[in-house]
């Protein structure tokens, strides 16, 4: 399957602090980029849907100031929580889609665990 | 389905037994299904897809099937073993739009 890149794996900032996580996809030019967050032992939640160029669509209840989302080129995507706090804490995690060619499969990033102080 | 609660399903199998793992989806307008497998730590990992159009389709040593009268999807996998061991998602969408999960399910292997 495709390779989706995610780093950093894990993170750990004082509150207050932004922190920023890359999402890239190696062998493929993605449509759409998603980020999710995963509570433990919960389902993943989708947080928002990018596509290169535009600007992102947030789902419902998500800040979009607090989580800034950067989709520069079809190849990386990026996640900046901004003056994280404790609650911020959880595991992110992006995937990536390609066109139609590949029905609607979205290939996954081994996730972001985010700590913070 | 939507996730819902903190109590993940579990089902546990003995080595070498087959394994069914049930999921109950929620829009009867969802025309592509997905079946993900977790492991702890790491990100989803696509397993096998199955179209509206069909009620069953065939990988290596995993099955899907799809019953859209009761909104019902299974995984099957054959001989299971302990690299098995995973919490299992299967997921919904229509019209090419979002993803949706289910709450997951914990496959636990027993020797």
């Known amino acids: 399957g495709a390779v989706v890149s995610q780093h950093p794996s894990w993170v750990i900032c004082k509150s207050g602090t932004s922190v920023k996580i890359e999402c890239r996809s190696l062998d493929f030019q993605a449509t759409t980029m998603f980020w999710y967050r995963q509570f433990p032992k919960q389902s993943l939640m989708l947080m928002a849907t990018s596509n290169e160029g535009s600007k992102a669509t947030y789902e419902q209840g998500v800040e979009k100031d607090k989580f800034l989302i950067n989709h520069a080129s079809l190849t990386l995507s990026t996640l900046t929580v901004t003056s994280a706090h404790p609650e911020d804490s959880s595991f992110y995690i992006c995937?990536?889609?390609?066109?139609?060619?590949?029905?609607?499969?979205?290939?996954f990033g081994a996730g972001t665990r985010l700590s913070v102080l | 389905g939507e996730s819902v609660g903190l109590h993940l399903p579990t089902l546990s199998v003995q080595e070498g037994d087959n394994s069914i793992i049930n999921c109950a989806y929620s829009?009867?307008?969802?025309?592509?299904f997905i079946w993900y497998k977790q492991e702890s730590g790491k990100g989803p990992q696509f397993i096998i897809d199955?179209?509206?159009?069909?009620d069953k389709r065939q990988g290596q040593r995993v099955t899907v099937l799809l019953n859209k009268t009761v909104k019902h999807l299974s995984l099957q996998i054959a001989a299971t073993q302990p690299g098995d061991s995973a919490v299992y998602f299967c997921a919904e969408t229509w019209g090419a739009q979002k993803l949706v999960f289910g709450q997951g399910t914990r496959l636990t292997i027993n020797p």
């Open positions: 829009n009867s307008a969802s025309d592509y």
């Open positions: 995937s990536a889609r390609f066109g139609s060619l590949h029905e609607n499969i979205q290939y």
């Open positions: 199955i179209r509206s159009n069909m």
